[in-house]
């Protein structure tokens, strides 16, 4: 199977290097594959980035995951300006940078992202409002006591509606609750949110979120959303809040390998979410070189750029194949020099799981990714 797609990559690449310049003025950019960048060379000669190929009209916004010290470095606002029409912020929407100490709100790292974006005329997609992780533990507490379920409810209400009013026509699309489902046998994942509050909290974030700014789209999120045990109780918590008029889409994160996932799982899900008739979004996707936690870091040879571009041209066929249903794909990180895959799951490991490496420059996968 890789076998044989590395020999088409490689006919690919050997056909590139015969086919003549590439044109990159503008008016060609949406045209034929074979008239976009094949190599380094061409890229450096153009303007054009994937934002341009993928543009929103005929395929979807596409977007980054940054921390607001990205807007102060010359080369990655280029990068980012190049290639993106979407961002995201990275950690500073979350609750704990948010809402750190209850009725206390900062939101000076998140306003930035936002500022940028505007200037730029890019879109915003908040990330996000109710999650397990990053979260503050006074939302739980009532002095040393556990917090009632009432409180935790009304607090989550207060924090959503806060955060969407600030954000009221800047942010157009929210990833309202993120994760709450489990990995293994139970439905839930056994949270603060869920131990105090059952399944409540979930519904009663997104009916907050509604009511908090109609206009903005309201998604739900998660991982390993293509795994089809986890698939079918994600789908059934998107049913009931479909009956509701609660939610416009699913987002999933997209945190992949060069292996996994099949393709196959990739469209069942995608089928499945889409029937509800709701948008769908990749929302976090990197491609790690690594299969397993148990595999010892590595160089980024040749070899594994090859497998990285196989992998990310079976998914982005797969987007392509689903472009009137996927609104968004987002990366949750610009270069290799920066992502959260060197911390985890194995801590210290170096990854290199997007199409521009340490320098800013693409990679093989991504001249895969716009030539099509
Ligand atoms: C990650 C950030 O990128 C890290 O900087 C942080 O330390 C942990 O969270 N799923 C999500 C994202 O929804 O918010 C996570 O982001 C990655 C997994």
Known sequence: ???????KLFIFIVLWTFCGDASCNKDDSTTEGNERPKNIDEYNQCNEGLKD???????????????????????????????????????????????????NFDFTDADKIVAFAQTNGMKVRGHTLCWHNQVP??????????????????RLRTHITTVMTH?????????????????????????????????????????????????????????TAIDPA???????????????????????QGHWNI??????????????????????????????????????????????????AVAYERFFIAFRNYKNNITGITFWGLADNYSWLDKFPVAGRKNYPFLFDENYKPQK???????F
């Not at 199977?1 to 020999?7: A, G, P």
């Not at 986890?230 to 699913?250: C, N, P, Q, S, T």
């Open 1 to 7: 199977m890789l076998r044989k797609s590395k020999i």
């Open 53 to 103: 190929y993928y543009t929103p009209d005929d395929y979807f916004y596409m977007g980054v995951a940054i921390p607001p010290s990205f807007i102060n470095n010359q080369e990655k606002i280029n990068l980012i300006k190049r290639h993106f029409n979407s961002l995201t912020a990275d950690n500073s929407m979350k609750w704990s940078s948010l809402q750190p100490t209850e009725g």
């Open 137 to 154: 533990e006074w939302i739980f507490k009532n002095g040393e006591e556990t917090a009632s379920k009432e409180q935790v409810l009304n």
């Open 167 to 223: 954000f009221k026509g800047k942010v157009c699309a929210w990833d309202v609750v993120n994760e709450v489902i489990d990995d293994g046998s139970s439905i839930y994942r056994s949270s603060q949110w869920y131990n105090i509050c059952g399944e409540d909290y979930i519904f009663e974030a997104f009916r907050a979120a509604r009511a908090a700014d109609p206009d903005a789209k309201l998604f739900y999120n998660d991982y």
């Open 230 to 252: 986890k698939r079918d109780k994600i789908y059934d918590l998107l049913v009931k809040l479909k009956a509701e008029d609660l939610v416009d889409g699913m987002g999933l």
């Open 259 to 308: 292996e996994y996932p099949p393709t196959s799982l990739i469209i069942q899900a995608f089928d499945k979410y889409k029937s509800l008739g709701l948008e769908l979004q990749i929302t976090e996707l990197d491609v790690s070189v690594y299969t397993s936690n148990s595999e010892p870091e590595s160089l980024y040879t040749s070899d594994l750029a090859l497998k990285q």
């Open 365 to 371: 996968a991504y001249f895969v990714v716009i030539n």
